[in-house]
């Protein structure tokens, strides 16, 4: 294919993409599709000569959109949002065209400098203390990471590095395994999965703080477990605070968390994956009030703040505390530049050598939508949370599990988890809306985020109305079979 | 910007893209930009309001390109490709509006199945021996990685979960921290960077096999350094082979290594990150012979397969070496078609949670190009540069340093390596075309990388004159100079 093919084609996949958008409505949210479906639809091997684009396109509707799942339809209201916008496809579209690999800074000086800039500009719109900022010559700054998980396993790495030196000069006799085999990161006992998976990649031991009523971690559970720990002779060093956690968005309290973590020398990383968009709103700042005890924190423009997977946002105060975990330096990767104080080599701030030019998704987003219009996103989402909230708490059937502060409704129907389970598997049989659940403690509980872009208030009645129906239905047939029992 | 403006604006950036590839020529292949050259342009935060497309759209002339080090130049002969071709192009932008995220089967089947299949495509084109492939009831098969650095840690990590697990189930009486003080990592000298890296993270030793003149390690090599090892106490588990090293395109002699990592009980991969994309050529698929010994093996056809950034390639003989490292199941990521033998969670399989549609660019680069076209691709790169190896050895003041095997050049001016140091930098000062050096043993060489995807033979010849010109004028002012000390 030619330039010449590829500007007729292009603008057709442009036409595709933004009819599958507009439409996207119409389609079923979840598939009907089997494992193992699209084997069978496939040859068993790429072909030998060429096929046209029209050979291909017209598989699109064939094989794969059978199998999608729908993210972006107003009837998604699983997992948390994975954000999209116009403005952010077309820089994409950018990126792939200019498609440099971004590792060092002379490997594309405009794809380093701009993602240390738009950083910068995303730091300041949650209000970071300026310690975060790189600025022009600050010992922080900021990184785009693929995904929160790499952020919280860069956090610990280098949380890890540090204490080990530490120790060493401290007492020398021992060893770097010793003292590894003495480290203990802490999270919540809701933190995402990702965090304990950090610890294991590590190769460190993770305990679990029990979290409150509220489901939050506060400051004397912390304690207790550092106490013990230091008392068995362990050595304390990571705690990853969240905000907004996976399964019901609560909030650790990180004006307790921090001034205990700074006393007791453990590297303190914030984890917002999602809440963290909601912090550009100066009504939902006080959430991230803490923030100054943190060394890192993260959030996910990916998931709220309309800038397409993958742009995950982190800051640290320290940044030579990241390179000084990994720097590694062939000469195939050296520059007369280096180490000039002006210069960030990002390839030393994360885990994959290569990366992509994704500040220019942010660039395009947060111009093109301005931080008002961003704001409106944010605030329209947590409108229809509490719409829905306010659905079910008429419904005295139904209860709500945690409090709603953000854009995630956890409720279930009063009764054994038998039965919500049963009431989850009616609703994503029926796929005319999708939903995952979640345990609170040792209840099995329904899970109902706001998620696309183009979500209105229409749709969330007819969630709620189907969702009530089915309810309905089930109980009708439940009552019936726990009598015959 | 609703979907109609993105219509008009997308068909534009198509456009820019074209225009971008088409002309690439002329520009600058390297910026003139010195550090910290774009904060001044930019303002200090984002705006308040949203700004036009049109804005936005023409400080990418302004603020971006004079940054942009052009990857997809005819000039540029630095570092090793990065792969673009317009299918790739087209698949992302619908990769971009699907926007879904494939972390499990549920979020999105025709993501981690076309992966699946792709994978088993790709395989099959390289000739993998059968137990790498998923099939339809393999043990094995392949996943798509962010880069082969993720992929040496993924590879890594797995060995070190098994190795552990079986040291402890002979040896009770050891605790992981005892086990993990005494593992050793090995890969060449000539080994690129990320697998010392993978190394630091996984908290293992990591030895250096030094190779021998052809820059290949061979099995007498790293036999000696295992039995030293073992003699001392130490458990070696873990061998990263590399098929065309970073500095000069080395070959690991896989068919003595690999019998004796089996026999050892070694986990060995095989990071062929840039040669790989070669396998598809019969003519050079004996350089992966001994692969049927190995666990686990990947490449990059985001390097040399026209397949854009990121899309590294993996396969594993056991997936469940992989799952087996890392498997956590909250709650909220279970779906009922779990473990049903035809379901795959990718999430098991990487380090990050989240993963974009990156299967679609294989999939419209395979059947677009087809199998001969992409040999094709490889072939031309492969011609070029034996065409500059020529020019070189035509020219007796140059030596070539390496043999060239695929499409990479290292050679130098006989003499001193500050004399080729200058040599470099009045190449790169030039700015006419782009390259970056490498040492060999005590020597500083200057690699010559066939890059772009556009580049022929009037190219290389230019290029050649230029150095050979650079050359002449250098050593004029050299000799004057050495004459006057």
Chains 1, 2 share one sequence.
């Not at 330039?3 to 007729?8: G, I, P, S």
């Not at 440099?100 to 002379?106: I, K, P, Y």
Request: hydrophobic share 40%; charged share 25%; net charge negative.
């Amino acid at each position: 294919m030619d330039a010449a093919e590829f500007r007729k084609r292009g603008k057709e996949m442009v036409d595709y993409v933004a009819d599958y958008l507009e439409k996207i409505e119409k389609r079923q949210v979840f598939p009907d599709v089997e494992p193992g479906y699209l084997r069978p639809l496939i040859a068993d091997c790429a072909p030998q000569d060429p096929e046209s684009f029209e050979d291909v396109f017209k598989d699109i509707e064939k094989i794969i959109m059978p199998g999608v799942t729908h993210w972006h339809s107003p009837y998604f209201f699983a997992y948390f949002p994975a954000a999209s916008s116009f403005p952010a496809l077309l820089a994409d579209m950018l990126c792939g065209g200019i498609g440099c690999v971004g590792f060092s800074w002379a490997a594309s000086p405009a794809c380093t400098e701009l993602e240390t800039v738009m950083l910068d500009w995303l730091g300041k719109m949650v209000n970071l203390p300026e310690e975060f900022l790189a600025g022009k010559d600050g010992q922080g700054g900021g990184v785009i990471q693929g995904s929160a998980s790499e952020a919280t396993l860069i956090a610990l790495l280098a949380a890890r590095t540090k204490i080990i030196r530490q120790v060493q000069s401290e007492k020398p006799e021992l060893t770097e395994t010793e003292i590894m085999g003495r480290l203990v990161a802490y999270a919540s006992d809701q933190a995402h999965s990702s965090v304990e998976r950090a610890a294991l990649i590590g190769a460190v031991k993770i305990k679990n703080v029990p979290s409150d009523d509220t489901f939050s971690v506060c400051g004397s559970a912390l304690k207790k477990v550092l106490d013990e720990d230091k008392a068995a002779g362990l050595i304390p060093f990571f705690f990853c605070a969240t905000l907004g956690t996976t399964p019901c968005c609560s909030f650790d309290k990180l004006l307790e968390l921090g001034p205990i973590c700074n006393k007791e020398n453990i590297w303190m990383h914030i984890d917002a994956a999602y809440a963290g968009s909601a912090f550009i709103c100066p009504e939902f700042r006080h959430l991230l009030n803490g923030v100054e005890f943190a060394d890192s924190f993260n959030f996910n423009p990916h998931k709220w703040l309309l800038v397409n997977f993958d742009c995950s946002a982190m800051w640290v105060k320290k940044r030579s505390d990241l390179t000084g975990a990994f720097k590694l330096e062939p000469l195939y990767l050296q520059h007369h530049h280096q180490e000039s104080g002006l210069v960030t080599d990002y390839r030393h701030w994360q885990i994959p050598l290569g990366r992509r030019f994704r500040s220019l998704k942010l660039w395009f987003v947060l111009r093109m939508y301005g931080v008002k219009g961003l704001q409106e996103h944010i605030r329209k989402h947590i409108r229809l949370s509490h719409q829905f909230e306010h659905l079910v708490l008429q419904d005295e059937r139904f209860e709500i599990c945690a409090e709603v502060v953000l854009g995630l409704v956890c409720f279930r129907l009063k009764g054994s988890n038998e039965l919500n389970e049963a009431l989850l598997k009616s609703i994503n049989d029926a796929k005319k809306i999708h939903l995952v659940p979640c345990h609170l403690r040792e209840k099995f509980v329904l899970r109902f985020a706001i998620c696309s872009r183009t979500v209105e208030s229409t749709h969330i009645k007819f969630a709620w109305q189907h969702i009530s129906q089915l309810a309905t239905d089930l109980l009708k047939t439940w009552e019936q079979n726990h009598h015959q029992q």
